[in-house]
């Protein structure tokens, strides 16, 4: 089986891009994963509903165990998510192919999606596999996109990054809730932060997110965790998570911030938006700034 994988392809909407990516983190030995949107000439509302999702598994099972796992797993996920008020639209169909290949290109295939991301004028986020000359004064941050939950070239991740380009202060300590890759954490020590801790739920991705603080030079201390266990106060905190879980541990991020602290609130699609607001007015936050990009709300808030 060495010498194939197997490739899934999943409709999705594009907007749960990082959601379900992380469903296949965290219960296959993925890969990588791709998004490929498809777009519809004068179908605008199909534009942004529409998107394959191409996720790439190691064929350690037979075909028919995999997809067996792959159609339990979704159909258990899928539930969960109608639950916390996510729709069938919302969601995507979640109709999926899954097809075993020869492994000879896929690395190379995979490799030739990414390019550098500018996510400011200051910030860029590169690909190890490319050389890349950066301009005077620009923060650069080395990944392999694809590994974990937070590559930069996603709407959510960029709107906690420009806060944090923003509202960081040299010397702050950081928290990064549900740090996924530990990209954030990353950026908060380059652009100053004298200490970061990131912790979150999935096992899986804490390695990744060390190794990733290790190429890029910097210190930042990880670890299997959540927000209601840290008894640490923080200058900033970072919560790049979805709507509804925001809404649930509004109280316990705002335990962890110092008087004063800053705030960052990301994952709400703009519809879902007034949940997480709510959960704000609830903890007695004040609202700095409201932050769009594309079809996702950011928020900026104080204690």
């Known amino acids: 089986m060495d010498n194939t994988y197997y490739e899934l392809q999943l409709k999705i909407n594009p907007a749960m891009e990082d959601l379900i990516s992380e469903i296949f983190f965290e219960n296959f030995d ?57 729709t069938e639209f919302e969601l995507g169909s979640w109709e999926f192919n899954l097809e075993e290949k020869q492994t000879q290109d896929w690395s190379q295939k995979w490799k030739e999606k990414w390019d550098v991301t500018h996510v400011t004028d200051k910030i860029a986020v590169v690909p190890d596999w490319i050389e890349y000359q950066p301009k005077e004064n620009e923060v650069v941050i080395k990944l392999e996109p694809g590994c974990a939950f937070g590559t930069g070239t996603h709407q959510t991740t960029q709107l906690c990054m420009k806060a944090l380009e923003k509202y960081l202060k040299c010397g702050d300590r950081v928290a990064d809730i549900g740090m996924g890759s530990g990209i954030l954490s990353i950026l908060a020590k380059k652009l100053g932060a004298s200490y970061v801790y990131g912790c ?39 919560a790049n998570i979805l709507h509804f879980v925001l809404a649930e541990i509004m109280g316990d991020l705002k335990n962890i911030m110092k008087d004063g602290a800053y705030l960052s609130l990301s994952g709400i699609l703009d519809e879902k938006k007034q949940m997480v607001l709510d959960a704000i007015e609830r903890e007695n936050l004040r609202i700095v700034e409201e932050i769009h990009q594309d079809q996702w709300t950011s928020f900026v808030v104080t204690k």
């Open 200 to 238: 979150d739920t999935d096992e899986t991705v804490i390695d990744v997110a060390k190794e990733n603080a290790v190429k890029n030079g910097e210190k930042c201390e990880f670890e299997l965790g959540s927000a209601d266990k840290i008894t640490d106060k923080f200058d900033f905190v970072c």
């Open 30 to 86: 993925c890969e990588g994963v791709i998004l490929a949107e498809e777009t519809y000439k004068d179908l605008e509302m199909i534009d942004t509903t529409q998107g394959t999702l191409r996720v790439f598994l190691k064929n350690n099972q037979d075909y028919e165990d995999m997809l067996y796992d792959i159609e339990n797993v979704l159909d258990l996920y899928r539930e969960e998510f109608k639950s916390r008020g996510l």
